[in-house]
Structure formats: C-alpha cells, structure tokens
C-alpha cells in the first residue's frame, strides 16, 4: 500500500481532514515512520537538490538531464534545463542562484499553459508546453557549426591473385586520398594506384583546396578539379571553379544515382567518370547494386566494367540523362576557368588549350529554373542552355540543348537532352530520358582530333533510357532498366537490367535478368557470296532465378539456376550475419556444361575501426585469392581516431566519456568508441540535421547518458566535436542490521544530510540507494523513537558491468 492510500484514511480518531496530512496512526501500524508524512504531505516530489531524471517534452523524449529542485520539490528552469528542452528562455526570474547556471527563471508564470508533471518513482519530468515556447531550430536560423582543425586519411586496398595451370596473375589497387580541414578550409588529394601482374600506373583524380564563400554564396575550388557546370560535359581542369553553395561535390557522394548489374563470379567492378577511375571494388557474385558514388559531374556518362576472376571483362554505360534528376541543379552563377589535364586513358597527342565556362540558372517561380552558359578555348566555342521544371508537384521535367562550334576543323553542330520522371500511380515510377547529337557536334576534348587522324564516328548519335520500378504486395517488386546508344559509325548497343522479387512466408524468389547485345554493323555487299549479309552480334545475356531460404536468425541459405549464353550453372550458398562484426559465405557451384565443380567462400569482418573482406574461388584449373581493406583514419586535436568508413568533407569525433566500444548511430552507419571513448562520426550532411545517437545498450550496466541524442547542424569543412556526458551511477543494496544482528524494521525511513529523507527500509532490514557517489552517513529512524547510524563506505573500484553491488552494514546507536 502506497503513501497515497493512507491519505486521509477513515475509522481513526487520529485521521486528518483530506488535504491537510497523512493518517499517522495508518502509517505506524504499517511501521512507517510518521516524520515521512511532513515531506509528502502535498505530493509525491523530488528530494532538494540536483538529480538526474529523464525529460520529455510534448510527448518526446530528450535522455536524461541535471535537474534542479527547490525545497518544496518545484522544478527549477535553469539555463541548462531550458536549452536541454529547447524552450525560450524566459525575461522574469524567480530565484538568483550562486552562479548563472543555477538561476531559476519563471517559465510558468510566463507560459501559464505549461503543465509540469515529476514523477520521482520513475526519476521522471514531464513538460507540456505551448508551441511558441520552442525555440526556433539553429540551422533554420543559419547558425551552423564552422571550423575546427583535423588531418584526415581514406583508404581502400583491394587485391587479386590468381594460381592457374596458365600460370599466375595478380592485380592490386590502392585509392587513397589525403588532406586536412582547416578553418572550414578543405584541401584534398584523390589518387589510385594501380598494379596488374607488375605493370602498375597511378590516376589522379584530383587535388585541390576548397572554401565556402558565404558572403558571395558559392564555393571557391582551385587546383587539380573536375568542372561542375550543369550544362556542359565536365573536364579535367587544372584551375579554379566557383560554384553555388550547397552543391554536393568531392567524395560526398550520389545517393540517387545507382549502378546495377549481375557477377557471374566474385568480380571487381570499375567506375569511370570523364575518363577518371572513381570507384573500384570487389563484388559477389549475383546482382549487385552502388550507390553513392562520388560523382565529378552530373553531365557525364559512367563507363562500367565488370572483370571477372579469369580476366573477362564486360563493360556497359549509365547515360549521365538518366541521372540527372539524382543531381539537381542549385540556382546561382557557376564560373571555371582552367587547363585540360589529360588523364591516362584518355591522353592524346597536341597542346592542352585553356578553357573558361561560365553559367547562370535562375529560379522561375518554386518549381522551374532556367539555366545558360557559354564555354570558350582558342579553337572552340559551345553555348547552352537548361530548363527543369516540376509539374503536379510529382512529374518532373528536364531539358538542356548545347550549340558546339570548333574553328581548326570547321564543323559546327548541337547536342540535345530530355529527361522525364513521374510516378504514374501508386507504387509505379518511371523514368524516361533521350540524348541526339549531330556528327559536327564536339565536346572540348574533341576539338581539332579529326584533323589528327583520330576516328570520331564511335561517338553516340542517339541514346535512349527506360526506367521503371513496381512494388506490388500480392505481386512482389519489379525493376527494369533499359539503355540503347546507337554511333555514328553504325554500331548499336542494348543494355537491359530487369529484377523480380518476392517473399512466399519468408522465403524470398528473385529471378535476374541482364542483356547486352552489341556491335551490330549495317548490311553491306558480300564480294565473296556476292550478296548481303548481317555480320554476327556479340551477345551477352544473363539470366538466373535465385531462392532464399531463412534457417533461424540471421542465417539462410540460397540455391540458384544461372544461364549465361549457352552455359548453364547451378549451385548453393550458407551465409550468415552473425553479429555487428562478422558476416560469412560458403557455397558450391556446377558448370553443367564442362562439369566442372567449384567451391567458393567469403569472410567480412568488422573489427570495429576498418573493414575487411576475405575471399577464396577454387575450381579444377585454378585458385583464385581477394582481399579488400577499407577504412579512414583522423588525427585531430585529442590523439588519432580510425574509422571503418570513409571520411567525408564535413565530419566529426564524438566521445562517450571514457568508455571502450560503445556503439554509436552516426548518418553514415555504425561506429564503436576505442579505447580512449572516442569516435569519428565519417560524414555529416552539410547545412542540414544530423541525428547522432549513443545505443545505451551497449554501455556498461551502471552507465548511463544524460543525452543519449544529439542534433548537429553543420557548416561544410567544419570539424564537429560531441560530447556525450556519461553518468555512472552507482547503486548499492545494504543488509542492514542492528548492533544485535537483527534486520532493521521494514518501514524504517532513512534520512541523509541536512535530514533529507533518502528512502525507507523494506523487507528484511534491506535498503536500496539509487545513487551513491562516495563514503557518506545515513540516519534511521527507529519506531521507537530512537535513531541509529550508517557508516556507508563502498569499494573504490566499482565493476561496470554490475547493475547494483551488496554490502552488509551495522546500524550503531548514536
């Protein structure tokens, strides 16, 4: 029975009127002490002082605060408490404190709407406040994190050695970029190493430094970049770029624009973008999809190759129309000015020449914009121009035509681009592009080649793009993706990519799809035969059906039927996710047609601060070994910190006080505190929110956050520190007895300094202390009126993981 219950209770000639105290003979015939009901007398409320509680406003939780309570047990709206909760902070105070921090101000009195509610057995504090009480969010009203210093590295090592009766082959890439931030400076260096069977060459991709220029609203570039104007083709230039501020750009990646495609074995997948290497990695076999990407421009295409285990490659193209909705055009003037640098797969004879482009769009009402822009070098000059638009808020539209004339050959011609994207009812998308140019059109890098002898007719004439994806519950999911580019020179190339998928009680079908035919010819005589005739396609379509069985938690197994051509294979995999750090593969597939037998595993770990992949192919005539390391390392103000991610432009470090492996929910995934307790937070969305939050379950037992939730608003280059403060509680429950070794009474009431009351003793002489943070004397009132002494000394090194600890004690007469 609660105190509450005894309020007032009848059939007593010692009971209170309601509302005016407790029934005290109730109360000490339930062996509670009287002196309890001088403190309750109103209501349930919080012991003077400063207490961890949790907070919720209007409904939601913010994590545990440093509240502070009157002698009454009236909440305190402290700086701290009204920043914790987000509200205004009020002009009337009621009580000065010793110092700032602890000055109450009068938030009730000037929003009489709030309702407070404490709840002290649950260490709880509910406010329900008015809406023009909140504070306007930071990043609404323009004040974003800036500056901060840090040095930071990004790596990924992947490599391949093959051991084959034809003899041995080995391939290694390194991409790495280095650089630093400083004072919202970004300066980076992006380059690949590569290695294939001891012929090894470097990429550079780019070097530069970069600032946002608020002032002027853009983002200054200079050194080695890649242009980003929406209008013309991008080019490797050695220069400098201004562009509108908040454009993404410079490793922060893509998410709209996906790459798909099938492995018919383990393979390493290339992405290059105006002739530079952007993207390397290792893939499994079957269907895979990138994301993310760390595009140089929105203008140009992606050539895609897929490089199997023996050596095959197969290479196909995403058309830069089909993606352009993925990079949208940010209003305002964009201006570059620069030399061409070649890069090494597209290096050709003569001069460099020096190009200076420069482009306005401008916002035609919310959801039109209009773009033009005029590109020039000594030999060239090209025009263009952009119009977007979003009708019935879902269909978008986008168009860009380009005018080219180039004065060394004396050609002319224009490039025109239309791109659609609508959902055309629920759970329906499609998207649809189309790209023509004329045979005298030319981009930069084209000017004067023709005239070098160089063979221009393998350029596109005509690119079309489909796109469409369906989720249906009763039907399962579709997608398709369809590319055709024709040259001028006659030749033709499909790309078809189609998936269906679908779950029949947990048990996941998918059947794959992926076409390329090309190298079509048009008819021409025959002298030999004397007539017409068609020369061969090369044809390349796969396709495999796949089911996936789940065997309890995150394990499962999938057997598939996969037809490439006239080969046929089957085979079976076991993979299991077997916690946060180690995810595995084992399988055996079946060439049906050479009957040949192959078995395959895979091994990926995440030993918290990098990324590792393992893999190993073996078959009658081979051997095949891969290896991927990827990861980022930061040095910054308070030691060095490693990430298992990349690390982007804007970033940060996070600290849970000194705990080890506490995992951390960061914008980019998962990370875990070293040894120090501290983090890098990879990436962070410049000039938005960002939700950074600590899994309290993976702390020790007695600790606790006070916050265990942050949002950050970051300026871009800037370097974030956040801290989370930890709590550890300490918790402690005595087996008190007497001097005579009997359990104290139950009812007791236990008061500390100051004759605060502290708790009350229950069964068996037991006493449960919430908090205890070092030696201290606690008084028991005895029903006797007498009162006794505990002498509470707890162990110096409490263990983490121990919710509470057990202590006997004597309660010595005073």
């Known amino acids: 029975m609660g105190l509450a219950t005894l309020w007032g209770l ?4 010692a009971a209170v009127g309601l509302g005016e105290g407790f029934d005290l003979a109730a109360l000490t015939s339930l062996g509670i002490d009287p002196q309890v009901s001088e403190y309750f007398r109103s209501a349930a409320r919080f012991r003077e002082g400063v207490h961890v509680v949790g907070l919720r406003v209007n409904g939601t939780p913010l994590g545990l605060v440093d509240a502070r309570f009157d002698y009454q047990g009236q909440l305190c709206f402290t700086p701290a408490l009204l920043a914790k909760a987000g509200l205004v902070t009020p002009s009337r105070v009621l009580r000065e404190g010793i110092n700032p921090d602890q000055t109450c101000h009068d938030f009730v009195g000037q929003y009489p709407a709030t309702l407070v509610r404490l709840r002290p057995s649950s260490d709880e504090v509910t406010l329900v406040v008015p809406t023009q009480s909140l504070r306007t969010p930071e990043w609404e009203a323009g004040s974003f994190s800036q500056g901060g210093a840090a040095a930071i590295f990004n790596y990924t090592v992947l490599g391949q050695d093959t051991h084959s009766r034809s003899g041995p082959s080995r391939f290694v890439s390194a991409y790495t970029e280095a650089g630093f931030n400083l004072g919202n400076w970004i300066v980076r260096s992006r380059q690949f190493y590569i290695s294939d069977n001891g012929r090894a060459r470097t990429e550079q991709v780019d070097a530069y430094a970069q600032r946002d220029i608020a002032a002027l609203q853009s983002t200054f570039q200079a050194g080695l970049i890649s242009s980003n104007n929406p209008i013309f083709g991008g080019v490797q230039l050695a220069g400098l770029q201004f562009s509108p501020d908040g454009q993404q750009r410079g490793g922060a990646g893509n998410s709209e624009v996906v790459v798909e495609g099938l492995a018919q074995s383990q393979s390493r997948v290339e992405v290059r973008q105006s002739g530079a290497l952007i993207h390397s990695t290792l893939v499994p076999e079957g269907p895979f999809r990138l994301s993310g990407l760390p595009l140089l421009n929105s203008t140009s295409d992606l050539d895609v190759s897929v ?59 919310q959801r039109s914009s209009l773009g033009f822009g005029l590109l020039s070098t000594d030999e060239y000059r090209s025009a263009g121009g952009t119009l977007s638009s979003v009708f019935f808020h879902q269909v978008t539209v986008g168009a860009r035509h380009n005018l080219s004339r180039e004065e060394l050959d004396g050609v002319g011609g224009s490039r025109s681009t239309l791109s659609l994207g609508s959902p055309l009812f629920a759970n329906l998308e499609m998207n649809l592009s189309a790209s023509t140019q004329s045979r005298g059109y030319r981009e930069v890098l084209d000017a ?42 006659g030749r033709s190339t499909d790309h078809l990519f189609a998936s269906w998928n679908k779950s029949f009680n947990g048990v996941d079908v998918a059947l794959i799809a992926d076409a390329q035919v090309g190298g079509a010819r048009p008819r021409r005589p025959d002298r030999m035969a004397g007539g017409r005739r068609d020369e061969k396609l090369d044809e390349d379509t796969s396709l495999r059906l796949q089911v996936t069985l789940p065997l309890g938690g995150d394990r499962r197994v999938s057997t598939y039927v996969s037809r490439r051509g006239d080969r046929l294979a089957a085979g079976t995999a076991l993979s299991e996710r077997v916690n946060d750090y180690v995810d595995y593969e084992v399988g055996v597939d079946r060439d049906v047609n050479e009957r040949e037998q192959r078995v395959r595993g895979r091994l990926d770990l995440l030993p918290l601060y990098t990324r590792v992949s393992l893999g190993v192919t073996r078959d009658p005539s081979s051997t095949h070994y891969s290896g991927q390391l990827q990861g980022g390392i930061v040095a910054h103000e308070h030691g060095v910190t490693f990430s298992p991610y990349a690390v982007q432009d804007t970033f940060g470090i996070v600290s849970v006080g000194d705990i080890g492996a506490a995992k951390i929910s960061t914008p980019q995934g998962p990370v875990w505190t070293d040894f120090s307790g501290q983090a890098v937070i990879p990436g962070l969305q410049a000039y938005g929110n960002n939700h950074v939050q600590v899994q309290t379950q993976s702390l020790p037992r007695r600790v606790d956050l006070k916050n265990g939730t942050k949002v950050l608003a970051a300026g871009r280059g800037s370097v974030n520190i956040l801290d989370f403060d930890v709590v550890k509680v300490r918790r402690l429950l005595l087996e008190a007895q007497d001097e005579q070794g009997r359990p104290l009474p139950q009812g007791a009431a236990v008061f500390g300094d ?17 908090n205890i943070d070092g030696p201290q004397t606690l008084r028991v009132s005895l029903p006797d009126s007498a009162s006794c002494l505990l002498h509470i000394n707890p162990e110096q090194e409490p263990d983490d993981d121990q919710l509470y600890e057990t202590a006997p004690v004597v309660c010595r007469a005073r």
């Open 307 to 365: 490089i199997d285990v023996r050596g095959a490659k197969r290479s196909f193209v995403v058309p830069a129309a089909s993606f352009r909705g993925g990079a949208p055009v940010t209003p305002g003037y964009y201006f570059s000015l620069g030399k061409v640098r070649q890069t090494s797969i597209d290096s050709r004879e003569g001069d460099s020449p020096v190009v200076v482009m420069g482009s306005g769009t401008w916002g035609l009402g």
């Open 448 to 489: 004067g080649q023709a005239s070098r002898g160089y063979d221009l007719d393998a350029r596109f004439k005509r690119q079309y793009t489909a796109g469409m994806t369906w989720t249906d519950p009763f039907m399962g999911g579709f997608s398709l993706s369809f590319t055709r580019s024709s040259q001028f020179d």
């Open 10 to 13: 009848p059939g007593s000639s």
């Open 754 to 770: 100051s004759n605060n009351f502290v708790t009350s003793v229950v069964g068996d002489g037991m006493i449960f202390l919430s």
